[in-house]
């Protein structure tokens, strides 16, 4: 008996050790590149949302898991079991990715996590399997670094699924009463803005991190033609479902922007104004001022993220027919637009016909799908620490609210007064702006400290 004890101590021993020397070798650029490495499309998220788990249960965080489903694999990691019920500060990502044209030029294939000199590859890096793990090791920082008893919050990371496809298996049950009471947020940190360069006019090198604090609503709207035609290609017709629809297209293209300036716009454009100085800026300052209007449209123009923060886009995205031959005549013919709208102003159907002008009857209009409605948050204490946590990275720069033009999870959880804000803690270039959604995504070695740094400081500020 003493000898079968003596060995399940050894063992015991043995286990414990090897744990604490992997969690000691635990290295964030090897994790993101093994977690690159999992497919995870929308739709098939349970396999990289297990291997996350499995990593939070090694680091001896809190697991809940939500739902458990292939398509809907939900869960956090939390420093305090959420049975305490403690208010908690909310770190949320998403497990899924967009899928991939394997046909493109891929510089390394999308699911490799290749490490190419100081720089990580793969579908995911930067939206948003990187921030994940940055996250998490932020959280083991605090971890290690605090009592856990002694806490009156309690530090979260929630992983999700289904960003990439509206938020409805992932944001929208969390945000139902069973489960967000069991989280407890007081605040909200996801997606959204970042730290660019080469922003504002005239000072190229100042480093402006932008928090988003407000959403564009998406909609996705269909627009249908339905005309009875002759079916043969080879018999002359002046009305057609394509001729119908292309009008209607050539109507929503020439629709007029209108610049409408709220108070979350106006808040923006006075910091950029400040920094930028000069006439241009002192205008930015003072943008919703009548005798600046006849200026607006030229300033906006010249600048394609000022237009995000003051115009409604209208953006046709597919044109379809049923299947047929190259002589048929094709009796309905369809387009879609992914519309992004400012806080506020939703448009229905029948106010987007009368908004792009559409009367004919014979078009039809339809909402396919659409965003939670919710208003931006305030700038409050919390908006306060985030920009207090960048600051502490990355001193010289400077913190902007922005109205973020895409739609994420945020929304969610704005949609029920819940303080939500959007960043990527660390600098971006244009090109790996644009490699989001794109081939070869990529996020740098350093960016990846960065944004360990800042969550850091971040959940070291609601511990204090």
Wanted: one cysteine or more.
């Amino acid at each position: 008996m003493i000898k079968a004890l003596s060995n399940k101590i050894y063992f015991l021993l043995i286990t414990c050790c090897f744990s604490l020397s992997s969690n000691a070798q635990l290295n964030p650029v090897t994790v993101i590149s093994d977690y690159l490495k999992i497919n995870s499309v929308s739709g098939h998220e349970k396999k990289a949302g297990k291997f996350m788990k499995k990593l939070c249960d090694e680091l001896g965080f809190h697991t809940t898991v939500f739902s458990d489903s292939d398509s809907s694999y939900n869960f956090c990691a939390s420093l305090v079991p959420l049975k305490k019920k403690l208010p908690s500060v909310l770190l949320i990502n998403h497990i899924d990715v967009v899928p991939v044209d394997e046909k493109g030029n891929w510089k390394h294939p999308a699911f490799s996590g290749a490490i190419d000199n100081d720089t990580l590859y793969g579908r995911g890096a930067i939206d948003m399997k990187g921030l994940a793990v940055m996250q998490i090791f932020a959280l083991k920082n605090i971890k290690e670094s605090i009592q856990i008893d002694s806490l009156r919050k309690n530090l979260v990371i929630l992983f999700l699924s289904g960003e990439e496809t509206g938020g409805i298996n992932g944001a929208k049950k969390i945000i139902q009463p069973e489960i967000i009471e069991q989280l407890n947020p007081m605040v909200v940190f996801g997606e959204g803005g970042g730290g660019l360069k080469n922003v504002i006019d005239g000072k190229e090198n100042e480093l402006c991190f932008f928090v988003s604090n407000a959403e564009k609503k998406s909609i996705w709207i269909k627009l249908e033609a339905t005309v009875k035609s002759s079916g043969h290609g080879s018999v002359p017709s002046s009305k057609t479902a394509n001729k119908l629809l292309l009008k209607a297209i050539q109507k929503i293209e020439e629709t007029e922007e209108r610049i409408l300036v709220d108070r979350n716009a106006k808040r923006t454009l006075k910091a950029i104004g400040k920094i930028m100085g000069g006439y241009k800026g002192f205008i930015l300052k003072h943008f919703n001022w009548w005798i600046f209007k006849p200026l607006r449209k030229k300033i906006i123009h010249s600048n394609e993220a000022l237009q995000t923060l003051v115009t409604n886009s209208y953006q046709l995205t597919q044109i379809q027919n049923p299947q047929g031959s190259i002589n048929q005549v094709s009796q309905t013919a369809s387009a879609y637009y992914d519309c992004r709208l400012l806080p506020n102003r939703s448009e229905r159907p029948l106010l987007m016909k009368l908004l792009f002008r559409i009367v004919d009857p014979r078009i039809k209009i339809t909402v396919v799908d659409e965003s939670p409605e919710a208003d931006p948050s305030k700038l409050d204490i919390h908006y306060e620490i985030m920009k207090t946590s960048l600051l502490t990275v990355f001193p010289s720069a400077h913190v902007i609210p922005l109205l973020f033009p895409a739609t994420t999870d945020n929304s969610y959880f704005r949609s029920i007064d819940i303080p939500s804000f959007g960043v990527l803690p660390f600098e971006l270039n244009r090109e790996m702006v644009e490699s989001v959604h794109a081939n070869n995504e990529k996020i740098p070695t350093k960016a990846i400290d960065d944004g360990i740094r800042v969550y850091t400081e971040l959940l070291r500020n609601y511990t204090k």
